[in-house]
């Protein structure tokens, strides 16, 4: 990171920073940068927008194969169950 010329803004979830190498977009939240030297203040925020649509689908992605697992083991365990009940009811 070059030397910060001025800070653009900074709020309790982002900073945006001049710096002698571009700008530099701060996520307070995850503690990272997530536009690093950026040409210009609009692109350090395409970048954060492309950063977090990437971010969302792998995080949907988890969750669907995730509650698929869930599902897959609940479906198991009433199966285990109903037989269980069955074979001790007969």
Do not use: H, P
Not at 1 to 16: H, V
Not at 59 to 81: E, I, R
């Amino acid at each position: 990171m070059g030397k910060a010329i001025r800070n653009i803004f900074k709020n309790e979830m982002f900073s945006l920073t001049e710096c002698t190498d571009g700008y530099y977009l701060w996520d307070n939240v995850l503690k990272m940068n997530i536009g690093m030297y950026c040409k210009t203040e609009q692109e350090a925020f395409i970048k954060r927008l492309d950063y977090y649509q990437r971010r969302l689908s792998e995080v949907k992605q988890d969750y669907k194969d995730l509650s698929s697992k869930v599902q897959t083991f609940v479906d198991q365990v009433v199966d285990q169950d109903k037989i269980y009940y069955y074979e001790n009811t007969q």
